[in-house]
């Protein structure tokens, strides 16, 4: 590919660098130090999608209300899932939950050190398991994320596009990793990814793999990774309903144990849609009907975006008056909830959104 010839990339290399600029996190052990499994797990399905610097302050309040994961397995759901709330990707929370039960259960509290074991637990998965297994328990194992497919792609200049080289860079990268401090190879890739090789302007003069770096010498590092094209994100339209009690309370509703924000709780919408809703149609999922309630519908939409869809919804208020809400509350899945006390429902970050925007307009 290239008329300049050079040593391929070493692992001791990256090593000594990570032994100078190793990034400090708060569930990272310091050398000399041993890995917490526990503190390991909980950082790793925290930061599945999702940044190192929104994750500090969750895993944090996690470890200080929870500090072992027998805590974690006698807390209730519905905690888990307050505490989670803005973290995104729900279902991570509730396999976080069960994963805990499984452990406390059925190994002692104490997580296994193999990486088939661990993928036989709730939420954890390939990559989960490896780093598991080489960050907290020091095991070889190779670990691949989004970090370690873009260094490996600018090392060997793979110019095949996400996600169908994710085979040859995975097995890139499992000829460089060693027996050798596993763990500390395995975060040293990602810091690097995280720090030097960043995804649009790599800082190559700082990289000990800069000589044998096969994209740096094309010129083309901040091409790679190649990307096979996104397919557009369809738009999803509902409508939700803030009812209000005259002591101020808002009705909320448990959204399904299955399926999109399980379990959470949300403002009662209709389903979501491809279609627009029209008003007549939209009301006959409202939790108390036109006759009893007088909707109007508030000015503007809240917007979210999920991985696979973007969502639009539309706010209709009204007030109800004691006796109604009394009957409202009483079915299964409804909850009133004072404003003060948002803060201890599981609400998702779209339905936050929802709340914010019905204070706001002013109803
Ligand atoms: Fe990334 Fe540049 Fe280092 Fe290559 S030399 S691995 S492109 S930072």
Redesign the pocket.
Known sequence: MTTAQSSSPKAKDLLAWYDRHRRRLPWRALPGQTPDPYAVWLSEIMLQQTTVTAVKPYFERFLSRWPTVEALAAAELDDVLTEWAGLGYYARARNLHACAKVVTDKHDGIFPSAEGALLALPGIGAYTAAAITAIAFGHKAVVVDGNVER?MA??HAVEEPLPKAKLSLKALAADLTLDHRPGDYAQAVMD?GAT??TPKS???V??P??KP?R??RLGI?AELPRKMPKKKKPTRRGVCFWLTRSDGAILLRRRPEKGLLGGMMEIPSTPWRDDEWVADEANTHAPVTVARAKWRSLDGLVTHTFTHFHLELGVKAAPVTDKRAGAVGAEQDFVWAHLDAMGDQALPSVMRKVVKHALKVGY
């Open positions: 260094v600018r090392l690097l030097v090789c790599p800082s190559c700082l990289c793999w800069q770096c994209a740096r590092a």
